[in-house]
Antibody, heavy 125, light 110 residues
Framework: EVQLVESGGGLVQPGRSLRLSCAASGFTFDDYAIHWVRQAPGKGLEWVSGISWKSGSIGYADSVKGRFTISRDNAKNSLYLQINSLRAEDTALYYC??????????????????WGQGTTLTVSS | QSALTQPASVSGSPGQSITISCTGTSSDVGSYNLVSWYQQHPGKAPKFMIYEVNKRPSGVSNRFSGSKSDNTASLTISGLQAEDEADYYCCSYADSSPYVFGTGTKVTVL
């Protein structure tokens, strides 16, 4: 079964840092770009960041550029999101999502077919 | 990159057809045939429904179809069923970002 399992969320004070993780199974992880998409409580979906299969192409939403860092460890079938200088507006459910395009070292925008269940980050004092 | 514009809500009776619009600009929807659609039931992760404007992934009902004209993409649900009641999000490739989502549309089955 193709699966993505996020972890690392929790309640964190503004200004602190946190790292989210995503463990993949059931597919050849290092063949695909993987993304983080978030959803604030009661709000819509927002693409946050993505990384291509060999990490040659990385992108960030303007809202997180400079504070978020995406990375992957293909040997561990894992994706990470380092979040610094946390803000209240970062409060959201963070999904790890698989791209449909494989074997291509660019972020292509064709679509995202496998979604994890998400990990909740709450930023509050 | 601004979110794509969708109507907040659309409703229809069982068996009817409904269409959800997704309006972007010449920097996203208008320039690329890379529009995808996602269905999200309450408390659940989104589900991949349409890609490259009008292609359906394996397992998605053929009651769902997509189209595009100029800067506006559309998702049509035909033969509306109770299980189609959910939130729907469009998404497009853009000049400045691989994925820009729409504002989301709540579909209600009357």
């Amino acid at each position: 079964e193709v699966q993505l399992v996020e972890s690392g969320g929790g309640l964190v004070q503004p200004g602190r840092s946190l790292r989210l993780s995503c463990a993949a199974s059931g597919f050849t992880f290092d063949d695909y770009a993987i993304h983080w998409v978030r959803q604030a409580p009661g709000k819509g979906l927002e693409w946050v960041s993505g990384i291509s299969w060999k990490s040659g192409s990385i992108g960030y939403a303007d809202s997180v550029k400079g504070r978020f860092t995406i990375s992957r460890d293909n040997a561990k079938n894992s994706l990470y999101l380092q979040i610094n200088s946390l803000r209240a507006e970062d409060t959201a459910l963070y999904y790890c999502v698989k791209d449909i395009v494989g074997n291509y070292d660019f972020l292509t925008g064709y679509g995202m077919d496998v979604w994890g269940q998400g990990t909740t980050l709450t930023v509050s004092s | 990159q601004s979110a794509l514009t969708q109507p907040a809500s659309v409703s229809g009776s069982p068996g009817q057809s409904i269409t959800i619009s997704c309006t972007g600009t010449s920097s996203d929807v208008g320039s690329y045939n890379l529009v995808s659609w996602y269905q999200q039931h309450p408390g659940k992760a989104p589900k991949f429904m349409i890609y490259e404007v009008n292609k359906r992934p394996s397992g998605v009902s053929n009651r769902f179809s997509g189209s595009k004209s100029d800067n506006t993409a559309s998702l049509t649900i035909s033969g509306l069923q109770a299980e189609d009641e959910a939130d729907y999000y469009c998404c497009s490739y853009a000049d400045s970002s691989p994925y820009v989502f729409g504002t989301g549309t709540k579909v209600t089955v009357l």
